[in-house]
């Protein structure tokens, strides 16, 4: 299996108020990592940035040239969202390195994979807002470019702790694209409740497992036992995953308890579900992570799986109670029962 990171020091332009979780010590730590992995021979490219057109296929013209017209400005656009004078560019290169990723791993053969490590995260910008330290919505983009290049079926992953409002309503009436999220709940930004399961031709291609606070390993491997069996019942011809390491017991934000391996073991999971679906081609992107500690290890443990350096079968699967988890698959089982054979 091939792996390819793209990453830029860019990233380190994009500048938050001080104490603000999304910092730019985490574009240092990317770039540590990114690092390691070019020493052990790994492959790691500098993305282009994203084309309005492209941005324009998730996005309104009007939310693009609003960002565009910071440029050069510190501006707050909600109480948590900041730019500065480089943000929209730099907004425009981590979308662009969503796309490349795309493009890199369609371009390839089978077991082509590709992580796009990226900041400011997407996962919550939606078609007219930017929102929850995101601008542009890197992962909505990449599944839009990948449908652009004639995929039928793509299947987006979010492991975040954070609910996807903005992945999810930017393909709510889709069929063509499934959109699966772990997250707690309730929790910010309020959206993705085990009802939300898609509208019109989308209906049933939304899937939310809304989870309590203190979700632990063994929780977590319940639910994505669950999600594969979803994945492969879909069959997409892309899998991509919104990497988002916030669930980390150490994250300042999340109140889950998932450790390190753990994003591994998932990252592993849903990568087996593309092997039998997908010939393996995978890309993923990163989203939160805000303990700087965490967030290097759980890159660290996605990169060895993604790049089969550490195989499923390295992971021993957790064990103990799964309140939280059975709690939620009750709670969405009638939601979803409808579409799916869980």
């Not at 010590?25 to 057109?53: C, I, L």
């Not at 069996?229 to 669930?247: C, H, K, N, T, W």
Request: net charge negative; glycine share 10%.
């Amino acid at each position: 299996m091939a792996l390819t990171i793209f990453t830029s020091d860019r990233w380190a332009d994009h500048l938050t108020p001080p104490g603000h979780p999304e910092r730019v010590e985490r574009a240092e730590v990317m770039q540590v990592v990114a690092s390691e992995f070019r020493k052990r021979g790994g492959a790691v490219q500098e993305p282009r940035a994203a084309s309005e057109d492209e941005i324009a296929r998730v996005h309104a013209r009007e939310h693009i040239a609003l960002i565009r017209e910071t440029a050069g400005r510190a501006v707050a656009l909600d109480p948590d969202t900041f730019t500065s004078p480089e943000t929209y560019d730099v907004a425009r290169l981590a979308a662009g390195a969503a796309v490349s990723a795309v493009e890199h791993v369609l371009g390839g053969g089978r077991s082509t994979r590709a992580l796009a490590m990226v900041r400011p995260p997407g996962h919550h910008a939606e078609r007219s807002r930017a929102m929850g330290f995101c601008f542009f919505n890197n992962i909505a983009i990449a599944a839009a470019h990948a449908r652009a290049r004639g995929l039928s079926r793509v299947a987006i992953v979010d492991y975040d702790v954070h609910h996807g409002n903005g992945t999810q309503r930017s393909f709510y009436q889709d069929a063509a694209v499934l959109f699966i999220s772990s997250h707690q709940f309730p929790f910010y930004p309020g959206t993705g409740a085990g009802d939300e399961t898609g509208s019109g031709a989308g209906a049933g291609f939304t899937v939310n497992f809304p989870m309590a606070a203190g979700g632990t390993d063994a929780d977590f491997e319940r639910i994505y036992q669950t999600t594969v069996a979803i994945l492969r019942q879909f069959r997409p011809e892309l899998v991509l995953i919104s990497a988002g390491f916030d669930a980390h017991a150490d994250d300042p934000l999340g109140g889950m308890r998932v450790s390190t391996a753990h994003f591994g073991r998932l990252t592993a999971l849903i990568a087996t579900a593309a092997d039998d679906c997908c010939e393996g081609r995978v890309v993923a992107v990163t989203e939160g992570g805000y303990d700087l500690a965490a967030l290097a290890g759980s890159l660290r443990a996605v990169i060895d799986v993604l790049h089969d350096a550490t195989p499923l079968s390295a992971f021993a699967a957790p064990t103990g109670a799964t309140p939280r988890a059975d709690t939620t698959l009750a709670a969405v089982g009638p939601h979803l029962n409808k579409y799916w054979k869980l």
